[in-house]
């Protein structure tokens, strides 16, 4: 890197990191898996640095290297090592309603993680369909599609628990 640009990319990190973290937390679920997703996220964009610094908008372009990284997790060949034969037991369900950030946490981290990115992308962040379609690399009828498909298995996954909270 150029002399200013180290010290560039260093001042937009250390500012960007919390707001990479919690769209990789919400993404991921983990906080251990948030950490590395922003860990590969920032170390890529290091190596891109010139290019990134070039684009329109640079958190967008960010938040998209993000997002595909999330998406791209499961096609690489250290994402199928597992440390424990069975998952461990989740946290017990305290009082609190369908609208609990625990109940809905965990139903997102069951839908499935193209999904899970466009209904993050659509409703946590409040982004477009366009700019979700341009930060998947796919089009907006695809994200429509997946909004309606990840909303429809997200309700479903309440549903099914709903009976659960009541007894």
Not at 30 to 36: G, L, N, S
Not at 96 to 101: F, K, L, Q, S, V
Not at 105 to 126: E, I, S, T
Request: with cysteine.
């Amino acid at each position: 890197m150029r002399d200013g640009a180290h010290e560039d990319y260093v001042d937009y990190v250390t500012v960007r990191i919390p707001a990479l973290r919690r769209l990789a937390y919400v993404l991921a679920g983990d906080p251990h898996r948030a950490d590395d997703l922003v860990q590969q996220t920032i170390t890529t964009l290091y190596v891109k640095w010139r290019r990134a610094q070039a684009a329109d908008n640079l958190d967008a372009y960010v938040r998209t290297m993000l997002v595909r990284t999330f998406v791209d997790e499961k096609r690489r060949a250290w994402a199928k090592v597992r440390l424990f034969r069975e998952m461990p037991e989740p946290p017990p369900y305290t009082e609190g309603g369908a609208e609990d950030r625990q109940v809905v946490r965990a139903a997102l981290g069951q839908v499935p993680k193209r999904q899970r990115a466009v209904l993050v992308l659509r409703f946590f962040y409040d982004l477009p369909v366009e700019e979700v379609a341009g930060a998947l690399g796919c089009s907006t009828g695809t994200v429509k599609s997946q909004t309606a498909r990840g909303l429809a298995t997200l309700r479903r996954l309440l549903a099914e628990r709903e009976p659960a909270l009541k007894n």
